[in-house]
Each structure stands twice: as C-alpha cells, then as structure tokens.
C-alpha cells in the first residue's frame, strides 16, 4: 500500500478555449499602443512587442536536474482494512517513509490546470510551486508507504505517473504550438485594419512616399527572397508628435538591393576593368545603371549624387534613400560611413546601402570576418538582421536627430581585388 499528497492536475479548465479567449485580446493590445507611438513604429516592431506579450510559453520538463528526498515517517494506517482489519478507532502508526521527487520546469504555470483537446482517461498527480523571480517552478511529486513494502511498487506509481505528465505536456505543447503558429498573422491583420481606419480618419496618404516609376524596356532584375520572452519596447514617440512622412516601399528597395547586387557581382567577375576606378568613378558607374531603371520626375533622375561617394533620393532636404560607396580602407571604413549616413537629416522610412570594394586587400575571407563584428558594436545599432546573402548583411540603426527614426542599412561587400600575376600579364602586354 502507498498514497499520495498531491492534487489531480490539467482539471480545472479547457486549453483550446482558454487560448481562444486569450488571443482575442490581440486587438486590444494594438489598439493599447498610444497613436503617434503605433504610426511611428514599423509592422515589425509592433508585431514584435504583442507577439511576446500574447505567445504562449508551453511548459518544459527539465528532468535532467531532477532531484529527489527520503525521509522516514510515521505511517497512519488506520484507514487501511488490510493493516486495520477491525477498524479500531483512532490513528494506528507503523514506520514508513515518503519520498520527494522535484522536477524544474518552465513555461506559463498555469498551464498545469488547463486539459489539452486530447487526454486520457486517468488524470496525473502533482504539486506545483510557481516560478520565482528566476521564471523557473518546480514540479513535485510525493510519495509515502509503509516500510514493509517492496520499493519497486513505489517505484511503478512514480513511473506511471511521471509517464502520464509526460503525456499531458505532450498534448498540450501540440496545442499551444497550433495557437502560436497564427500569432503574427493576426497580429498583423490587426495593425493593418488600425493603420486604415486611422488613413480614413485623419486623411493620412499611404506612405508609400516617393513614386518610383519604372522605366519602360528596362532589364528585370530577380528579386531575392529575403528570409525574416522579453517584450520588446515599441520606439518612442517623435518629439514633435507623428507627422505622415513619405518613404520607399519595401518592394522597390529590395528591387534597388537586387540591382546593386547584380552589378556588384558583374564587377566581380571582371574585377581588373572597375579596380583601376576610385571610390567616385564606381559610385557613378552604379548611379548610372540605377537611373537606368528609374525615373524621376522633371529630371528624369530619381537617383542623384549629392555628396563625393553618396548616391541619394531627396525631398524637402530630407532622404528617403542613401547609398555609400567606400574603398575597403580597414575597419574605420565601415565605422565612418555609417557615422556619415546616420548624420543627414533622413525621412523617418529612410532606406540605405552601404558599398564596400576590396582592391587591396588579398585574404578576402579575413574581411568578411570584419564586417559584421564592427557594425554590431556601432553604439546606434537597434537591431542586426544578420546575412542577406555572401557577402550581405542587414541592419537597422537609430538616426541622430531622433531616436524615433529608424534607418535600415544593407552593407555589400565586393571584391576586386586582382592577383599581382594578372596585374603584371595586364602591362606586358600593354607594352607589346
């Protein structure tokens, strides 16, 4: 004979229809989001925000610590017709012993009283202790029988028990994980059907900004496909209250990434015609091709040079696009651009590239080592992206002027370095 000290678990509430009721206040929390806060942040940073205030953290076993205690106690037997066959009055003690088995585990706790859609027809036995301020409960098993017992039957009850919980958490983490893998989609439903009732109301224009028209007959360029529990704070209001502000729609940038990356790669290949150009030369071969599949307005410009290596799209002394094009000069090259980019007054969607070119350099590897360590130890990062591709990575840094403001920054990284042997075979003919 054995009994326990625990409490029936996963009975006091249905999962699928908590988790129902829980999802429902999707949209409360994006309308929660204070105005000017919400039309200043992007999609993804509101996402971001809710999707860690209203996933659902399934419960995790992590029995690998478990740990157990034994202690030798005086048994009440009393109430067993097999050890008190004439039902005397009163407590009747014998020695035994009860064993204490605690397992850590993580996860929302109150999971523990919701049964998932499938159960069986036993319940488990537990107790809970809820998680301290470490976020981690334990879950606890008691045990105790007499000490004329085999322990193998306490053994089997422990077995069968844990196999049950083991069970449950199955179930219920299927659950859960169906819920969560909808999350963002209605998260982003809800920020779009907000963002248009606001355009309706206050007549605010889709900011899609800039119109980047293209041009008839030109080349198209493969898009690439780009790969995207602390609650991550939204960015602050702009100090001056939100003002709709026009930017570059995401389609159009990555179509401009894709151009840039294509001639990149078609100088690549032939490295000894573009390594003789200098930083401005090469900044001018790329705003040609640009401007070769976008238009502007009266000029017919859309891309224009407005500093010695920078490639920008203006309005209103503001940029919505920024393109650097530096010589790999070591790290101060990298660092330098971006304290140069994130210095000009840019739209609030400000876009940007960074165009780095390796002549010198002969260990090309040893550089694309460097890139991504000196860009993430930028005091303005906000957030890195990681690789876009070889060569390519991503990032979003905080402008100057306002935190609020957020600038994206694709960093390239070409190769042109060509090998002395070809340098030299290049003037022994030219000399022929």
Same mark, same amino acid.
Request: net charge neutral.
């Given at each position: ?10 009975? *006091? ?30 999609? *993804? ?7 860690? $205030? ?9 029995? &690998? ?5 034994? @202690? ?53 036995? #537990? ?45 219920? @983490? ?41 041009? *008839? ?27 709709? &502000? ?33 930083? &401005? ?25 407005? #500093? $010695? ?16 094009? $530096? ?95 070809? $340098? ?9």
């Amino acid at each position: 004979m054995s009994r326990t000290q625990m409490n029936h678990l996963f009975s *006091e509430g249905h999962l699928r229809s908590t988790l129902d009721a829980h999802f429902a206040g999707i949209r409360d929390a994006v309308n929660s989001i204070p105005r000017d806060q919400f039309l200043a942040s992007s999609d *993804e940073e509101i996402i971001a925000h809710v999707h860690a $205030k209203k996933v659902v953290e399934s419960i995790k076993l992590h029995e &690998e610590r478990i740990e157990m205690e034994q @202690e030798e106690i005086q048994l009440d037997v009393s109430s067993s017709h097999e050890r008190n066959p004439f039902a005397r009055s009163g407590p009747l003690y014998i020695p035994g012993f009860r064993i204490r088995v605690t397992i850590p585990f993580s996860g929302d706790p109150a999971l523990w009283k919701l049964r998932p859609s499938s159960y069986k027809s036993v319940l488990p036995l #537990g107790n809970i202790r809820r998680p301290a301020r470490s976020g981690e409960g334990y879950f606890e098993m008691v045990f105790e029988q007499p000490a004329d017992v085999p322990p193998e039957r306490l053994k089997a009850e422990l077995d069968r028990n844990l196999g049950l919980i083991r069970d449950y958490l199955s179930y219920q @983490e299927s659950d859960v994980d169906h819920q969560n893998s909808q999350l963002v989609t209605l998260i982003r439903q809800e920020i779009q059907a907000r963002r248009e009732r606001l355009e309706k109301q206050d007549g605010i224009a889709r900011m899609l900004g800039i119109p980047l028209k293209r041009r *008839e007959g030109a080349p198209s360029v493969r898009p690439i496909r780009v790969e995207k529990r602390i609650v991550q704070p939204l960015p602050p209001p702009p100090k001056s209250g939100y003002k709709a &502000e026009p930017g570059i729609a995401d389609s159009d940038y990555e179509d401009i990434i894709s151009i840039i990356r294509h001639e990149g790669r078609t100088f690549e290949t032939t490295p000894a015609t573009y390594s003789v150009h200098g930083e &401005e030369d090469l900044r001018n071969i790329l705003l040609a091709h640009l401007n070769g599949h976008y238009k502007g307005g009266a000029t017919g410009e859309t891309f224009r040079s407005a #500093g $010695k290596t920078d490639i920008r799209i203006e309005d209103s002394e503001r940029s919505a696009f920024i393109a650097e094009c $530096k010589v790999w000069a070591g790290t101060k090259t990298l660092s330098g651009a971006i304290d140069q980019i994130l210095s000009y007054l840019t739209w609030r969607d400000c876009k940007c590239a960074l165009i780095v070119f390796n002549k010198a350099q002969s260990r090309f590897s040893d550089l694309l080592a460097k890139v991504p360590a000196v860009m993430s130890s930028h005091p303005q990062l906000h957030k890195d992206l990681g690789p876009q591709a070889d060569g390519e990575w991503r990032f979003v840094f905080t402008a100057n002027e306002d935190e609020a403001r957020r600038i994206v920054l694709h960093v390239f990284l070409f190769n042109l370095n060509v090998p002395r042997s070809k $340098k030299s075979t290049g003037r022994r003919r030219a000399g022929a």
